[in-house]
């Protein structure tokens, strides 16, 4: 999950071209955002959630 968010956030979000860039189906990529919803409980469509996980994304890389 944490590769899929990864590329979703290097992509600005852009569904198309993150199931592009993970050779991956365009419904595949959006169960695994439903997943990453399911288990943080922050909304990928709500901006604000979206730039905490975008933020616990950065502090985890640099961990």
């Known amino acids: 999950m944490v590769d899929t968010l990864r590329a979703f956030v ?3 979000h852009n569904r198309r071209r993150t199931a592009q ?5 365009r419904n595949t990529l ?3 955002l439903h997943r990453v919803t399911a ?3 922050l909304d990928l ?3 604000a959630e979206a730039r905490l ?3 616990a994304l950065t ?3 640099l961990a």
């Not at 860039?21 to 189906?25: C, E, P, S, T, W």
């Open 10 to 12: 290097n992509r600005g």
């Open 39 to 41: 288990l943080t409980g």
């Open 45 to 47: 469509t709500v901006p």
């Open 59 to 61: 502090a985890r890389d």
């Open 21 to 25: 860039d993970l050779h991956i189906h």
């Open 53 to 55: 996980l975008e933020a």
């Open 30 to 32: 959006d169960y695994r």
